[in-house]
């Protein structure tokens, strides 16, 4: 089957850097994408993987090794306002849809 | 605003009735998804659209949903005979066909606000 691990919450202070874990099983694989979710909001894109290494984008990092299926989110000079949830979700080559992980929710204390 | 719309976005309804909920994608985008979502999960693939064309329809899809893209424009979702279990965020999102180093494709979806059901 297709499943995808990521911790259930993380703890980080204004300021600092904090990383977010994905782990995942699918029968084939064709990237790894991660979204941010605001409570009561609509989740939104950050970044994509599609090939081994890292992807920067402003203060927001995403990685991925391909052979150890597995991925990560980090997150630089952390603000209020990225407190969220953040989810990873991978695509295999077998359907259109993705397959999402149940959310890493990211505390920030100032 | 040219983003995601969904209509309406709150529903409260009576177990065993029916709902419809209707989406407007990006008018440049021809994929569209439907997804659920409750809380403290990730979104849950529902099906997916190209154009008009249903390509994709979860296997976990009761076949209570139905869904349509009449003219590959906006979509409409429904939902007979309505259980409390259908209780949830009823999300839509949109992708363009361009495929990009950075996404694009299916794995840059522009979600809606969402619909959020509530079955009594």
């Known amino acids: 089957g297709q499943s995808l691990e990521q911790p259930s919450e993380v703890t980080a202070v204004e300021g600092a850097i904090v990383q977010i874990n994905c782990t995942y099983q699918?029968?084939?694989?064709?990237?790894l994408s991660w979204y941010q979710q605001h409570d009561g909001g609509a989740p939104t894109f950050l970044s994509y993987?599609?090939l081994d290494g890292l992807e920067e984008t402003g203060r927001f990092s995403s990685f991925l090794s391909r052979s150890d299926s597995y991925g990560y989110l980090l997150l630089q000079e952390l603000q209020m306002k990225d407190s969220a949830s953040y989810f990873c979700?991978?695509?295999?080559?077998?359907?259109?849809?993705?397959?999402w992980g149940a959310g890493t929710k990211l505390i920030i204390k100032p | 605003d040219t983003g995601v719309s969904q209509d309406p976005r709150h529903k409260i309804t009576k177990r065993g009735q029916n709902v419809t909920f209707r989406c407007d994608p990006i008018?440049?985008?021809?994929?569209l998804y439907w997804y659920r979502q409750t809380l403290g999960q990730g979104p849950e693939f529902l099906t997916y659209?190209?154009?008009?064309?249903?390509?994709?329809k979860s296997r976990l899809l009761s076949d209570r949903f139905s869904a349509e893209r009449p003219k590959g424009s906006f979509s409409t979702l429904e939902i007979q005979r309505t259980e409390q279990g259908d209780s949830a965020m009823y999300l839509c999102?949109?992708?363009?066909?361009?495929?990009?180093?950075?996404?694009?494709?299916?794995?840059?979806?522009?979600f809606g606000p969402g619909t959020r059901l509530t079955v009594l």
């Open positions: 999102a949109s992708s363009s066909g361009s495929v990009t180093s950075g996404g694009g494709g299916y794995n840059e979806q522009f």
């Open positions: 008018s440049e985008h021809n994929r």
């Open positions: 659209f190209q154009n008009e064309a249903q390509l994709e």
């Open positions: 699918t029968s084939g694989f064709y990237g």
């Open positions: 993987n599609g």
């Open positions: 979700a991978v695509r295999d080559h077998s359907n259109y849809q993705l397959i």
